[in-house]
């Protein structure tokens, strides 16, 4: 998987402006066992480098668009993050081999239940879990130093900016359902100062919610 993803990259690297996914990324990549997040019946393709259905009408995301994602909020090892769209808890569980703590939210509750079991039986007792309307983030652990947002929403969620540490960033696809998505990368600056980018065309479920 590890080279599929490194393909994927040099391809995409021109567009995403990254070349090559960080090294630590991509070896905590090749330790998270993928096939632990999907159901039975798509285990047999748990390593191949496509998105895969885990009911619910969600999806776990393309390995390549975790690498990526994972890759922008360059998480530092006593870092404390936020994920809205726990899904299945694959992500979660990929920024947990980054960094100190990792708060994850979702909205649909069998879904968030199952992910918070998972992760708690594979290990990751660094994911704290919760289920609820991610578009407000979770101030009680606010801020965050970085956050990853894996529903598409139609704008940047004013919470999650506030939320998000001066010199922190947040990766994030905004763009309507079956329209194009892009994925952003948001930096907040020393001086609270935020600026925007577009990294790359994506397609993700739509963030739902009350807002
Ligand atoms: N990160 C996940 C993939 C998630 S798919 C993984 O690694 O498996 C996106 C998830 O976002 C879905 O589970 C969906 O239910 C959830 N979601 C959508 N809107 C949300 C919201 N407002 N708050 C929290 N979660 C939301």
């Known amino acids: 998987m590890g080279r599929d993803i490194a393909a994927t990259a040099a391809t995409a690297g021109?567009?995403?402006g990254r070349k090559a996914i960080d090294p630590r990324v991509m070896a905590v990549i090749e330790q998270v066992p993928r096939h632990e997040f999907v159901p039975d019946d798509q285990r047999p393709f748990a390593y191949e480098n496509r998105p895969l259905p885990i009911g619910h009408g969600q999806t776990i995301s393309q390995p390549y668009i975790v690498a990526l994602m994972t890759d922008l909020m360059m998480v530092k090892p006593e870092d404390v993050v936020l994920e809205v769209g726990t899904g299945s808890g694959y992500q979660a569980a990929v920024l947990a081999g980054m960094a100190r703590t990792v708060y994850t939210i979702e909205i649909i509750e069998p879904l968030?239940?199952?992910?918070?079991?998972?992760?708690?039986?594979?290990g990751y007792g660094q994911v704290k879990?919760?289920?609820?309307d991610g578009y407000y983030?979770?101030?009680?652990?606010?801020?965050?130093?970085?956050?990853?947002?894996?529903?598409?929403?139609s704008h940047v969620p004013p919470p999650l900016i506030r939320q998000l540490k001066p010199g922190g960033r947040m990766v994030i696809p905004v763009?309507?359902?079956f329209l194009t998505q892009?994925?952003?990368l948001v930096e907040k600056s020393?001086?609270?100062?935020?600026?925007?980018?577009?990294?790359?065309?994506?397609r993700f479920v739509p963030l739902v919610g009350g807002h």
């Open 175 to 177: 763009g309507a359902q």
């Open 182 to 184: 892009y994925l952003l």
């Open 14 to 16: 021109v567009s995403s």
């Open 137 to 153: 983030g979770w101030d009680a652990h606010a801020p965050f130093d970085a956050i990853i947002v894996t529903a598409a929403a």
């Open 129 to 132: 879990c919760k289920v609820g």
């Open 190 to 202: 020393g001086d609270g100062t935020v600026s925007t980018r577009q990294v790359l065309p994506v």
């Open 112 to 122: 968030g239940l199952q992910a918070c079991e998972r992760l708690t039986q594979l």
